[in-house]
């Protein structure tokens, strides 16, 4: 049995000089230091994508796209499917959890500022990640088909909607046509499932990748700190060391992940019917909230502009900054470094301020 | 640069029997939940089954619409039944799948018998195997005439 494990070994070390891969391995370090806790984010946000592909994956087994029948098989995943409740739950806690360690990757890397030379591309990766990762909540909210992600969707395709000259095209493109039909659900369903998944898995391999061919970025200021007393230096292997701890973290967010699901059940609600009136208390989920609050606020008219356009254009040119963010960091002079983490308070403080007011706002 | 973490110090040999009642401990924990957590998916992906029509009864045809010496495939539950009126009032109905490689049988108006075209099997009125490869008699069910409307249902036990 042993010369035969050999033997497979060995037929795969000389086509594929494992070898060279285990030193790889042996020479991967991740440096230990006071901030080496945020390193687990990137990781545990690339578990609960796992997550979500796997469940995915199942509820794709019984889940039926179509105005008639997207309502019924979820249903029926709910209540006849063994366990269908469970992996149902899972799929969507795990998809709040992914956006919230995304948020918290991106902040914790902007903070440690890791961007700078030379991943500006491996951030410029992960904010379009992250917008992806928007882009599947927002289309994977439709697929049961009730009243509230019926209304959300309304109102979420109506915001592009008011960008001037492409706006319109955008929205019929979204919708499928004028209104929210069983056009916008097969679209939405293929966004999810196909189109989302496939830029994702690519855009997923360049970031992993690039972080592999960087390695771990140290916070300037613990670089300095080692650059002064190189003896203060400490690193761990990335396998095993790094690795296990990893898998500790991901074991821990698993049974968490079932602990919610189990406690906390995500509802169906009622199905969608286009022509019932909005119920009270529409809201989209909790990370769009932000954007959803602010559009409300913004006066319809400001120095005779469309109000709702401005804020529109604003979260524009907030994404924009955030991906282009790399090259606005300059060393020289040294308050842009000053102004960037102040700017990033300010708007991180703002997201969380108009979330809570959004929720507890009527 | 200090490399720490990865080797530690040699245990001392009197550890070692601690160290394997450790992993015994943890490596059957974590075998346990791996099980916990795949006995769900293993569950989910069985799939359930439709919910049966029971002693439910359905309506297969009009009395208007039914000739004498033919017969109609309709709908029970999921799967095909058929239904043959040979004489004025006198109905006959089973399950259409046949119980050789599951095609669906039709009533040969000729023979007086029901046929399965796919490998010749032959049953009787009452859904008996008689001729051809077909192992097992067709499921017999009730009939019940209401009015204008033929009703069919699973024959009840006992």
Redesign the interface.
């Known amino acids: 049995m042993a010369t035969r494990a050999t033997n497979v070994r060995g037929w795969f070390d000389d086509r594929f000089h494992l070898d060279d891969l285990k030193a790889l391995a042996k020479k991967k370090?991740v440096p230990?230091h006071r901030y080496s806790y945020w390193y687990f984010l990137g990781g545990m946000t690339l578990f609960l994508f796992g997550v979500q592909v796997m469940t995915g994956a199942?509820l794709l087994?019984?889940y039926r796209p179509g105005a008639d029948e997207a309502f019924e098989s979820v249903q029926f995943i709910m209540t006849?499917?063994?366990?269908?409740w469970?992996?149902r739950s899972v799929h969507s806690w795990s998809a709040n959890l992914l956006v919230f360690m995304a948020f918290a990757h991106l902040f914790s890397v902007l903070f440690l500022r890791s961007y700078r030379k030379p991943r500006e591309l491996t951030w410029m990766s992960g904010v379009l990640l992250l917008i992806l990762m928007l882009g599947f909540g927002f289309s994977g909210y439709l697929l049961p088909w009730n009243t509230l992600s019926y209304f959300a969707t309304k109102v979420g395709t109506e915001i592009p909607a008011q960008i001037p000259v492409i706006g319109r095209p955008v929205l019929l493109f979204l919708r499928g046509g004028e209104d929210i039909t069983g056009s916008t659900l097969t679209r939405m369903f293929g966004l999810h499932v196909a189109i989302l998944p496939a830029i994702a898995t690519l855009l997923i391999v360049l970031h992993v990748g690039l972080i592999q061919w960087f390695g771990m970025s140290v916070p300037p200021g613990v670089e300095a700190a080692w650059a002064k007393n190189p003896g203060e230096?400490?690193?761990?292997?990335f396998f095993p060391?790094f690795v296990l701890r990893e898998l500790m973290a991901w074991?821990v967010a698993?049974?968490l992940l079932?602990t919610l699901a189990a406690l906390f059940p995500w509802t169906l609600g009622v199905k969608a019917d286009p022509f019932a009136p909005a119920p009270a208390g529409i809201k989209p989920e909790w990370y769009f909230l932000f954007m959803f609050q602010t559009l409300k606020l913004i006066p319809a008219k400001i120095f005779g502009m469309d109000g709702e356009m401005l804020g529109i254009l604003a979260f524009g040119v907030v994404g924009a900054v955030a991906l282009l963010l790399p090259f606005l960091d300059r060393e020289k002079p040294f308050h842009t470094r000053r102004w960037i983490t102040g700017l990033a308070c300010v708007f991180l403080g703002y997201m969380a301020a108009m979330t809570v007011y959004g929720w507890v706002a009527k | 640069m200090v490399v720490s973490g990865a080797t530690a110090a040699t245990p001392e040999p009197r550890d070692v029997p601690r160290r394997r009642f450790v992993n015994i401990l943890l490596g059957t924990g974590l075998l346990a939940s791996a099980a916990s957590f795949l006995y769900p998916i293993l569950k989910y992906l069985v799939p359930p089954k439709l919910p049966d029509l029971g002693g439910d009864a359905v309506l297969a045809a009009k009395v208007s619409e039914l000739k004498p010496n033919t017969g109609k495939t309709f709908r029970f539950g999921s799967r095909p039944g058929l239904l043959v009126q040979t004489a004025p009032g006198e109905y006959h109905a089973m399950s259409a799948t046949c119980t050789h490689l599951g095609c669906t049988v039709q009533y040969r108006p000729d023979l007086r018998e029901i046929w399965c075209a796919c490998h010749n099997g032959l049953y009787d009125l009452n859904g008996r195997n008689i001729s051809g490869p077909p192992p097992r008699p067709l499921e017999a069910f009730d009939v019940q005439v209401r009015g204008d409307e033929i009703f069919v249902r699973r024959k009840q036990e006992a």
């Open positions: 370090t230990l199942l087994l019984y006849q499917v063994q366990f269908g469970l992996i230096r400490r690193e761990i292997r060391n074991y698993l049974g079932g």
